[in-house]
């Protein structure tokens, strides 16, 4: 059961031009989204994030869009560089009812980026 | 330089051979955490522990252990691995349990059993 889905294995986009990330979930009580980056060869680095309480973080190139309602999220960047070029993972996490974290992320499967010179 | 690190980076053993990964981190984290990343699956959370002493199973607890007796070291323990135990493991800490503190990876460890 993948509670956290990014459908598009794989995503291939010319240099300069906009890159769009996808990604669903079903968990109504995820509460907080993150986006992480990883090369080969190397751990996942962290991306940018989004809360529950918002609909879109920008920071830089990239931008991170939350619609609650269809549980739906994507990361855009703008514009798109070679150096983008990674596997994106979508990933969730939740607070219990007293405020706390399970200290748990829910990985989407991610999504390969290839930008073209 | 704050960092995780795992020991070792590849291993290949064999079936019923026990074996430990390691995972250090020098950034003072209270929270960690053991991932398994597998085609298609994305990464599945195996064990975290909110701090030391404290552990709790992620999605794919069976055939692990994990043990957190110092703050800095989360060590991944396989008893007795088995060929679906063949994978990409990553370690990660944070400074707590919250989602709002970045979880730091380290740079992964591929395990391959025979």
């Known amino acids: 059961d993948q509670q956290v889905k990014q459908n598009s294995p794989s995503l291939s986009v010319q240099e300069g031009r906009i890159s769009i990330l996808n990604c669903d979930y079903t968990?109504?009580?995820?509460?907080?989204f993150l986006w992480y980056k990883k090369y080969p060869a190397e751990g996942p680095t962290f991306l940018i994030s989004i809360s529950s309480i918002k609909d879109k973080n920008e920071d830089g190139r990239f931008t991170v869009f939350l619609n609650k309602s269809a549980k739906h999220l994507s990361l855009h960047i703008v514009p798109s560089q070679p150096g983008d070029s990674a596997v994106y993972f979508c990933a969730a996490s939740e607070q219990d009812a007293g405020g706390t974290s399970y200290g748990k992320l829910t990985f989407g499967q991610g999504t390969i980026l290839t930008v073209h010179p | 330089e704050a960092q995780v690190t795992q020991n070792p980076r590849y291993l290949i053993t064999v079936t019923g051979k026990k074996l430990t990964v390691t995972c250090s981190q020098n950034m003072n984290h209270e929270y960690m955490s053991w991932y398994r990343q597998d085609p298609g699956l994305g990464l599945r959370q195996i064990y975290y522990?909110?701090?030391?002493?404290?552990?709790d199973k992620g999605d794919v607890p069976e055939g692990y252990k994990v043990s957190r007796k110092e703050k800095r070291n989360f060590p991944l323990i396989l008893e007795s691995p088995s060929p679906n135990q063949t994978s990409l493991y990553f370690c990660?800490?944070?400074?707590?349990?919250?989602?709002?503190?970045?979880?730091?990876f380290g740079p992964g460890t591929r395990l391959t059993v025979l």
């Open positions: 968990n109504s009580m995820f509460d907080y």
């Open positions: 522990s909110m701090n030391v002493e404290v552990t």
């Open positions: 990660a800490s944070s400074l707590g349990g919250s989602p709002y503190n970045e979880q730091f």
